[in-house]
């Protein structure tokens, strides 16, 4: 295998990605779409907050669909390209349904308080963000080997005491 040459592709994956991923949320920007989202949404939608939400799952679901090509070669097909991988598309696919459910859990709460401390404290809410997202943080990290990576692995306590 050529370490140097699968390092690269991925690497350009990931730029390719990500300035894909800001050039959309620039051209939706630029181009009124936000606007329109926004509107959209206010026409049935009294809350700020539900409709902050969905605002971001749209504008998620709109990035993805450009995105998630790149992600599929990136993680999945190269993978196996290079033998990095044995998972089947089908666990692929149920990893990824089970990464997007995670999100869920843990990503609307944190836009929910980040909508919250926006509207409530226009000057200083970046420093009770990021004081959230510190602790948040460390509890995830406190969280992770015991609920988070059973979710997608199979772990089994180590029996030779001697690699411990």
Do not use: C
Request: hydrophobic share 55%; glycine share 4%.
């Amino acid at each position: 295998m050529d370490v140097k040459k699968y390092n690269r592709i991925k690497l350009w994956l990931s730029i390719t990605s990500s300035a894909l991923f800001f050039l959309i949320i620039f051209i939706i920007t630029l181009s009124g779409i936000g606007e329109l989202i926004e509107s959209w949404l206010i026409s049935f939608i009294n809350s700020d907050y539900i409709r902050f939400v969905l605002f971001v799952i749209i504008l998620s679901i709109i990035t993805s669909f450009f995105t998630s090509p790149i992600s599929f070669y990136s993680d999945y097909i190269l993978e196996h390209k290079y033998g990095l991988s044995n998972l089947t598309l089908k666990i692929y696919l149920l990893d990824k349904s089970k990464s997007l459910g995670l999100s869920l859990l843990i990503g609307v709460p944190i836009l929910l308080l980040f909508h919250y401390l926006l509207k409530n404290f226009p000057d200083n809410w970046w420093i009770f963000f990021s004081a959230a997202m510190f602790f948040i943080s460390v509890v995830l990290a406190q969280i992770f080997a015991i609920f988070i990576l059973p979710i997608f692995y199979k772990l089994k306590q180590i029996k030779d005491e001697k690699i411990i």
